[in-house]
């Protein structure tokens, strides 16, 4: 009896274990912890995202280039950029005449993003902080990115806010919701489409679009109330 009792306890153990670092990635147990396990996975991390450069193309390059058309030279923001995916995708591209900082909250995962990043010297900033606050003034950036990364911060809300502050009014954003079962684990810090829309809405966001994407997230894009929103 008391084999069995210890023996359904280290299952038990087990599988908490399993839930807190592994399927929620450390998010319950604060931003130290959530950082430091993407430190440890930082060298592998490309190697197990496995992104097709062809998908990237279409269903990320394509529609933030079409969005970015009407700015001259814009100055976008990664928050949460991990290995450079985005600033990499965009700078690779002869359509982007923009320049991007580039921010993470791990050392390592920046480590990476330098290595891929080592070409566009002069067009791309790296920077090592959370995503809130955010180090940065008001009505900076033409643009603000941030994919893959809300569902793990101590606030959604908090780093949403942070990235509506910096960007110029007309400015646009794009980040991710989770919408996979997975996402449901999470728990109260789950986002139906609604409750993201509301949030983006109350944020001073409009032209709010979710829209599907990759397995397990969908694109949410909107764009910041401008001055002539106010006037008008
Ligand atoms: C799943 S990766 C996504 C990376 C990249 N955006 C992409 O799409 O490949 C999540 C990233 O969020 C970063 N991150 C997690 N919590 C953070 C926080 N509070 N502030 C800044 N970065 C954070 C992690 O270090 C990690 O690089």
Redesign the pocket.
Known sequence: MVILAAVLLLIGLALLAYYLLVLTEGVFLG?RL??WL?DRVAKRYDAL?QFDSDYEEAFLARPLLFRLADMTEPHLL??????G??PALLLGHGAFRGRITA????SE?LAQAAQKLAPYRGRVTLQH????PLPFADDTFDAVT????LE???SDAA?LAEMVRVLKPGGLLLTTRRSDWEGKLFLHRYRSRDSMTDLLRALGLYQIEINPWQVGYEQVWGVKVGRMNYEG
């Not at 902080?129 to 809130?132: L, N, R």
């Open positions: 931003r959530v950082v993407y995202k990664d928050v949460a950029t991990g290995t995916r985005v921010l993470d909250a791990s995962m902080s959370p995503a809130a941030c994919l893959e990364a793990f911060m101590p780093a």
